[in-house]
């Protein structure tokens, strides 16, 4: 008798991931799914916080492709062991701060590791070649195999006809005939499956799904990392990345300014832990104060915040300030013309 063959899917939440899977499944595979929350994911922090994302769909992917696989799905908290992908990739970054080859080794790693503690068989990912630079070059393939030491026991349904065979192909627990031969950055062949399989909604097929590879928020955590003279970071400061005009007068502090009711309501649960500032006189930001302003740089700071609020125009706003040692202080200031704000200073 044939055992029954099970295996584990890396769940991103986008197309490709969702195709490989069901291109198993329909070989009668048993699948159950893994998603990794690093804290850099994209979906569902800023739609979530936004007014102006308000109708967006708010779900979490990964647990919706979960659901119309009908799979079940591990989330599996890596905050602080990926923290060390980040900072320091073996493999280098992509095009921003993107870790893509040591992100996707770590990853498939983790899956092996999973593997063999649940007593599956093999491992599945979306992966197609070609269609990112830094890690779905097919050179770069094997490196992932090896390095995760998942060796052949990684299979890479939408393009395996176009790789050696896998254990899973060799053994005969899936049909290589039936797999794919996608390659390329063309979405065409996955949107013609996904029509195959009567698959009719998912997440936008070319979208990212990690703030890394967005230049923006590079930008802001090698501005975190050069301001604090050493590379690291918490959640906290990973989160607030993604939320608010950054703006940084001077080395010694930065400010973060929300720039609608939503992102306000997300930075009152970080007051407490910055010096902020709230506008008295007119309806305005809540700003966050993060380092070690002078008198002087409050002073510079409530000018700016003045700038964002419904006082804009007028010769003088109230400001109140709030350092960390629950001191409470008013400031009289004119509010900067746009141009005073040098470019220089938005992160």
């Known amino acids: 008798m044939n055992t029954p063959r099970k295996a584990v899917a890396l769940i991103s939440g986008g197309l490709d991931s969702m195709l490989a899977t069901k291109l198993v499944q329909a070989q009668g595979i048993h699948v159950e799914g893994l998603n990794f929350f690093t804290g850099f994911c994209v979906e569902g922090h800023t739609h ?20 119309q696989l009908g799979i079940k ?53 979306g992966e197609v070649i070609g269609q990112r630079p830094n890690s779905q070059l097919k050179t770069k393939m094997p490196i992932v195999a090896r390095e995760s030491g998942a060796e052949d026991r990684l299979l890479r349904p ?36 996904a029509k195959k399989f009567a698959i009719d909604e998912y997440a936008q097929p070319a979208g990212g799904c990690c703030f890394l590879t967005d230049q923006n928020y590079a930008a802001k955590l090698a501005d975190l990392w050069h301001s604090r003279r ?56 809540l700003t966050l104060i993060d380092g070690e302003p002078s008198a002087e740089d409050l002073h510079l700071a409530a000018q700016i915040a003045g700038r964002f609020c419904h006082g804009r125009d007028e010769d003088k706003v109230t400001v109140e300030v709030h350092s960390l040692d629950g001191a409470v202080w008013k400031l009289d200031v004119q509010p900067l013309l746009a141009d ?5 200073w938005y992160v």
């Open 48 to 67: 979530a916080i936004r007014q102006k994302d308000r109708n967006k769909q708010k779900r979490n992917n990964a647990l919706w492709v979960a659901e």
């Open 340 to 344: 005073a704000i040098q470019q220089e």
């Open 158 to 193: 939408l393009c395996a006809k176009l790789l050696a065979p896998t254990l899973p192909e060799c053994e005969g627990w899936v049909k290589r005939e039936l797999l794919g031969d996608f390659s390329g950055r063309s979405r065409k062949p996955q949107i013609a499956l």
């Open 230 to 285: 050493k590379k690291d970071y918490e959640l906290d400061d990973i989160m607030l990345l993604k939320v608010g005009r950054h703006i940084r007068p001077a080395e010694n502090y930065k400010l973060i300014v929300g720039r609608e009711e939503g992102e306000n309501n997300f930075l009152e649960g970080y007051r407490h832990q910055f010096i902020h500032l709230r506008i008295l006189s007119h309806m305005g930001p």
């Open 73 to 125: 799905l591990h989330i599996i908290d890596i905050v602080e062991e990926y923290k060390n992908i980040v900072l320091n990739p073996k493999h280098g970054y992509g095009a921003h701060l993107n870790p893509c080859l040591d992100c996707k080794i770590f990853m498939v790693g983790r899956a092996k590791q999973w593997l063999e503690e649940n007593n599956f068989d093999f491992i599945i990912t």
